[in-house]
Structures are given as C-alpha cells and as structure tokens.
C-alpha cells in the first residue's frame, strides 16, 4: 500500500476535494475536522476519520500516531483547516479574529510540529500548508485574515530552511479566489454579496480540484525535489 498521508480541514473544499485526489491514486488517508459526518460521507477507502479541532495539538498528536499504527509511518501532511471571517478590523467582533489566528496560524504551527516528530524518524515527508494570495497581498477587509496567511507563507519558509537537511520537504500553495464554504463563515451578509458580485466580475473563482492539482504536483515530485511556492489563481482575477 501506498504511503499515510494526512488532510485537515478534509470535511469540505479543498481539504475534500485533496482527499479524494489521494485515494483515488491508492493512499490510505487520515482526515481531520470537525464535522466527522461530511468526512465519513466522502466514503473512501482506507481512511480514518478524526474529529478534531486543529488548535488542539494533543488531539492531532493521537490522532497520526493511531493512523501510524495502522497505515505506517505519515509521509504528508496537507495543513489545509482554515476559516476566514472578513470585515474592518475596527468593527471586527475581536472572537472572529481570535478565531482565525487560532485555526489559521497555531493550527498549521501544531500539524508542522506533530507531523515533524514522526518524519524526523521515518528520515523524509512532506509538509504542504495552503495559505492564499492573501498571504502576499493585501485586499479590503482582510485584515486579520491577511495576517493569519503572511504568518503561514512566513512560516513555511522558515520551516522549510529548518528541516531542509532532514530531507523533509515544505511547501506552500497559495490560491486566489476558490468556489468553496470557506466565505460563508463572513458574518456581513453586505461583504458576502459584495464578495459573490467581484467572484462574477472575474470571470468566477478557481474549483478546489485546481488547488489540488497544486498540492499533487508538489507531492508527486521525487523526495529530492522541493517544489517551495506554488501561487495560483482563476485568469480573470487581477489582483
Ligand atoms: P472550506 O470552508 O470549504 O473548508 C475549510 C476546512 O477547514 C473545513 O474542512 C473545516 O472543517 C476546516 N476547519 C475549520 N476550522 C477548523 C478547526 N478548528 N479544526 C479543524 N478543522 C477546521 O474552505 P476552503 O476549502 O476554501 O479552505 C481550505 C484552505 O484554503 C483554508 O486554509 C483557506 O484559508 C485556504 N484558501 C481558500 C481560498 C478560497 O477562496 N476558498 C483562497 C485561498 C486559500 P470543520 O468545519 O468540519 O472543522
């Protein structure tokens, strides 16, 4: 059998759409999210379905290590849980942006730091943490979402130069605009619909699976090569 590989934030978009990627080229998978149900109706095969809550790092810690026992040891992590609540950050509900750096930056910091102890040992492994465009730019109402993404593209880098002599490979996927829930958790219903109106004026945003695609590329290489950056986004989107 092929080798573990590990999604969080698999219940739904990118995260569902990789599962299914990796399954259907003979990976055993573990998922990760909150919302067991919308995992177990991918209905794939050799998976292992976790309820957990990224911030929660001893919950992430047995959750691999009993994926590990069954499937052998993780060789991919996908560090894909995400939530983005846009808005101004004067008027911003400060739970909302609590919410996204604890999600957004110390849940990809815990799956980074879980997943490295096992591939230290097993001597290789992938990391890929999606982060955006908005982990470049800025963009109007984003900013707390802006800064939880800099620190993801920010990390990634410097944790790729950490365990580069380890022959661990880390990498960030950095999209434009994808058709997924992830705007639905945006508590202005003004900004929601401005938010749908610009996806209409460009033409429509990128479809998970060319995120994906992505996240297979980086994966697909030889252990020896390190795709670091892969920034993508639908044509139409200028900025
Ligand atoms: P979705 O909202 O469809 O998926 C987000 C996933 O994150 C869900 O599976 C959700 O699962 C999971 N998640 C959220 N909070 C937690 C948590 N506390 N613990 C565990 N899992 C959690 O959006 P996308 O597929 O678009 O998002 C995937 C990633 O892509 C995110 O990091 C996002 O920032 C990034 N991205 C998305 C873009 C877009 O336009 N859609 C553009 C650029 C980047 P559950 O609720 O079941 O826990």
């Not at 910091?109 to 097993?122: D, F, I, Q, T």
């Not at 001597?123 to 800064?147: C, D, E, F, M, Q």
Request: hydrophobic residues 45%; glycine residues 10%; aromatic residues 4%.
């Amino acid at each position: 059998m092929k080798p573990l590989i590990a999604i969080t934030g698999a219940s739904s978009g990118i995260g569902a759409a990789a599962a299914a990627s990796f399954s259907e080229s003979g990976h055993p998978l573990l998922l990760l999210a909150r919302r067991a149900d919308r995992m177990a109706s991918l209905g794939l095969p050799n998976t292992i379905i976790a309820e957990v809550d990224v911030r929660d790092r001893a919950a992430l810690q047995d959750a691999v290590a009993d994926a590990e026992t069954q499937y052998g040891p993780l060789d991919c992590l996908v560090n894909n849980a995400g939530l983005m609540q846009l808005g101004e950050l004067a008027s911003q509900d400060p739970v909302e942006y609590e919410a996204m750096v604890g999600v957004n930056i110390l849940g990809v910091l815990n799956g980074c730091s879980v997943a490295l102890a096992s591939m230290a040992e097993a001597g290789r492994g992938t990391i890929i943490n999606v982060s955006s465009l908005a982990g470049r730019k800025a963009y109007p109402n984003h900013v707390a979402y802006v800064g939880t993404k800099f620190a993801v593209t920010g990390l990634t880098e410097n944790l790729r130069q950490e365990v580069a002599g380890s022959n661990i490979r880390v990498s960030v996927v950095e999209p434009g605009a994808v058709e997924t829930e992830l705007l639905g958790h945006t508590t202005s219903s003004d900004l929601i619909s401005g938010y749908e109106q610009w996806k209409d004026s460009i033409g429509g945003a990128l479809d998970a699976d060319a995120v994906v695609r992505a996240i297979r590329y980086i994966y697909d290489q030889p252990q020896s090569v390190c795709i670091r950056e892969v920034v993508l986004a639908s044509t139409g989107q200028e900025g």
